[in-house]
Structures are given as structure tokens and as C-alpha cells.
């Protein structure tokens, strides 16, 4: 009777042990992944994220919690084009975890299923800045790209976990759903201001822009990854005063003190955007990341007429 008391106290073991092996444990390198892979990975996943969506991207300071994430992780999600080049290659390689490596079946880089703009077309040279040398990488401020990122993570999920493989397909059809209903509100709500020229700070919205009709006429940076310049300042003055440009779009993570003095010069608005998922509190997801800058679009739109 003991020993069998003892067998079954076992056996209950490994079950629930076979149960916790089989979520897959996602990490995303940004949270805008990570959003986007608890939609498709719903219960069936575990999902943690590295860069805050608060911090600059480019430029992340690595902590050892990050080394953790990654040492446990099955699949690893990043968005590429050399986004993260300068913090995460040596976490992947510090980590030991052979899953994760680039190539390997737990790596995807999103940006292969993504439309990418501004992918250069020369040669690049340092000449032309420091941080976008393959295409601009901040193609998740586009809704279809996010519907692909899901597919993409979808197809990864079941190659890992086949049998979850009808779960995570109808997971990702219903946020493909969502998704669609969300972009006719956001499209109607930005309509009445079709062809309105911004300036922005960084290079970070050509997606977002292309997709709801703004044009994006010139930048607070010179080049991307390079602080304003005195000159390049004026140059941005003077366009905005002959095009009657009023409003200066900035990530929340730049000094404002350029941005400032550009919207004294001309009048302008300067209206802290939010490019990715967590960087203001109330942004939990992806949704509610392209809700919260449209609301502010919005307003600042209809403030300066
Ligand atoms: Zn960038």
C-alpha cells in the first residue's frame, strides 16, 4: 500500500513536471514582441521581455537578469536589422543556451517577415549614420507588420510545439481579427488628417506614418543615432516656417531641449509619441499602442489646427 502511495505521489510528479516542460517559454527582446507573442502563445506560453519599452532600443545597458531570461529560454524573439546589435549579440553568446542561437530553431528575427522601408540602396557608409544600416527597424509601428510578426510567431510556435499547433492558429486568426477592427477605428480617427507634414525626432515612425497618411518631412536628429547639430537645427526651422509644419513628434527617451527651442522658432507642437509597448503604464499591449498615440495625435492635431 505505501509503496504504491509512494508510486502514485511520483507519477503525479512527472505529470505535472511533462505539463510545465511543455509551455513554451518565450522571451521577447522588446515588449512589443513580447505583446504581440502572448496574443498568438496565449496560455500555452510563458513570455518575459528585455528592453523596456520606456528605453531606447538602440541602446540598452545589459543586466545579468537578462543573461537569466535567456539561459531558460526556448525561443528567443528579436526584431533585427541590427536594432539590438549593441546589447544583445553577447547576452545570446553569453548564455550558453544553444537553442537561442542565431540560426538555430529558437532564434526568429521578425523583421524577415516584415515590410521594411528606407533599406539603403548604396552602400552604406558611416557617413549616413550610425544605427539603421540595413533598413529602418521600427517596422513594428505598422499594424500589418504586426499581423505578420504574429504569423511568423505562430509558425514558430507549432514547429516547437506541434501539438498546440490548432491553438496558437486560432489565437493568432483571432488577433488577426482584432486587429482589423482596431485599424478601421484608428484609420477613421486619423483621416481628417491625411497628408499633414510632421517633423520627427528619430527615424522611428516611417511605417507608422506611411500607414495613416503622414509625411514625415525631415528629423531633430541629422542623421540616425546622431544628436542635433546647431546647423541641422536651423535647416529644420527654416523647412518647417516655409512648409507651416506644427508639430514636432519625440520619443520619449531624447533631451527635449532641441525639440523645445524648434517649437518656440515656429510655433510648433513638440507631443512625446510612445514607440513600443510598456512605455508609459497604461500601454499593456499592442492595441492599446497604437491607441494611445492616435489619441495624442489626435489631440495635438486639433490643438494647432
Ligand atoms: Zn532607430
Excluded at 528579436?78 to 548564455?95: M, N, R
Aim: charged letters at 25%; glycine letters at 6%; one cysteine or more.
Amino acid at each position: 500500500m505505501m509503496v504504491n502511495m509512494k508510486r502514485l505521489a511520483l507519477l503525479l510528479a512527472a505529470v505535472s513536471l511533462c505539463h510545465a516542460a511543455g509551455k513554451l517559454n518565450v522571451v521577447g527582446a522588446t515588449q512589443d514582441l513580447a505583446s504581440i507573442a502572448e496574443e498568438v502563445g496565449g496560455d500555452r506560453i510563458t513570455v518575459d521581455s528585455i528592453a523596456k519599452g520606456y528605453q531606447d532600443p538602440h541602446f540598452v545597458e545589459p543586466k545579468p537578469s537578462f543573461l537569466l531570461k535567456l539561459q531558460k529560454a526556448d525561443v528567443l524573439l528579436t526584431v533585427g536589422l541590427q536594432l539590438e546589435i549593441g546589447w544583445l549579440p553577447p547576452l545570446i553568446t553569453q548564455s550558453g543556451n544553444s537553442k537561442i542561437q542565431v540560426g538555430n530553431a529558437g532564434y526568429l528575427d521578425l523583421s524577415q517577415f516584415s515590410q521594411i522601408l528606407e533599406v539603403p540602396t548604396v552602400q552604406v557608409t558611416r557617413a549616413m549614420g550610425d544605427v539603421h544600416p540595413l533598413g529602418n527597424p521600427h517596422y513594428w509601428l505598422d499594424p500589418e507588420n504586426g499581423r505578420r510578426m504574429a504569423k511568423a510567431m505562430d509558425e514558430k510556435f507549432s514547429e516547437l510545439r506541434p501539438a498546440d499547433k490548432a491553438y496558437f492558429a486560432q489565437r493568432e486568426a483571432d488577433f488577426d481579427k482584432r486587429l482589423t477592427e482596431a485599424e478601421k477605428r484608428w484609420d477613421a480617427e486619423m483621416a481628417p488628417f491625411k497628408g499633414r507634414k510632421v517633423i520627427t525626432y528619430h527615424r522611428s515612425w516611417p511605417n507608422f506614418c506611411e500607414r495613416f497618411g503622414l509625411q514625415v518631412v525631415d528629423y531633430v536628429e541629422p542623421k540616425p543615432g546622431i544628436p542635433p547639430t546647431p546647423s541641422h537645427t536651423l535647416d529644420v526651422i527654416n523647412t518647417m516656417k516655409r512648409d507651416n509644419i506644427k508639430l514636432v513628434m519625440v520619443e520619449p527617451y531624447f533631451d527635449l531641449r532641441t525639440p523645445n527651442s524648434i517649437a518656440q522658432a515656429t510655433g510648433a507642437n513638440v507631443v512625446i509619441l510612445m514607440p513600443s509597448v510598456g512605455g508609459v503604464k497604461e500601454i499593456t499591449d499592442y492595441f492599446k499602442l497604437f491607441d494611445y498615440d492616435i489619441n495624442l495625435l489626435v489631440s495635438s492635431f486639433n490643438k494647432v489646427k
